[in-house]
């Protein structure tokens, strides 16, 4: 387990807009360059519109050119009796399958340390058709 990047998610969940369901949720990602990208839950009026901490943090990655080489999430109030409760949701997990290595690491607070393929088996990936844009590592 990486203690200090879930000390990360912890605090990135001090800035989660949760007006609706007062989950906070905090979320850190490391790119590829060695820097932290954090991300938290921003949730909408029009509640569909919600936004997971971890695809913040994943797309925070993506737009300084970074790939995203782990990621640490903690739901700061959830349940600690209920894993299930503390888990990346499915479309994160997609969005993990996009940008991450199948053996990239996820470490999930008060749960375990777990790999993108672990979270999302058999999942669905769309080969670039139009070439994909380089980053270094
Ligand atoms: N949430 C996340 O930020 N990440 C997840 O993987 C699961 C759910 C947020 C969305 C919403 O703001 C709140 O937690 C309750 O679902």
Do not use: W
């Amino acid at each position: 387990m990486d203690e200090e990047l879930l000390r990360q998610a912890r605090f990135a969940a001090v800035y989660a807009h949760v007006p609706h369901s007062g989950f906070p949720v905090g979320a850190v990602v490391v790119g590829h360059d060695g820097q932290a990208y954090r991300g938290c839950n921003v949730e909408s009026a029009s509640f569909g519109l919600t936004v997971c901490a971890e695809r913040v943090a994943i797309y925070a990655a993506i737009a300084s050119g970074a790939k995203p080489v782990s990621i640490a999430v903690s739901c700061t109030e959830g349940d600690l009796s209920d894993s299930a409760s503390l888990m990346p949701c499915g479309a994160c997990r997609q969005v993990m399958i996009d940008h991450m290595d199948p053996d990239a690491a996820v470490f999930v607070d008060g749960v375990g340390e777990f790999t993108v393929k672990d979270l999302m088996p058999k999942g669905f990936r769309l080969r670039s058709r139009r070439g994909e844009v380089a980053v270094e590592g």
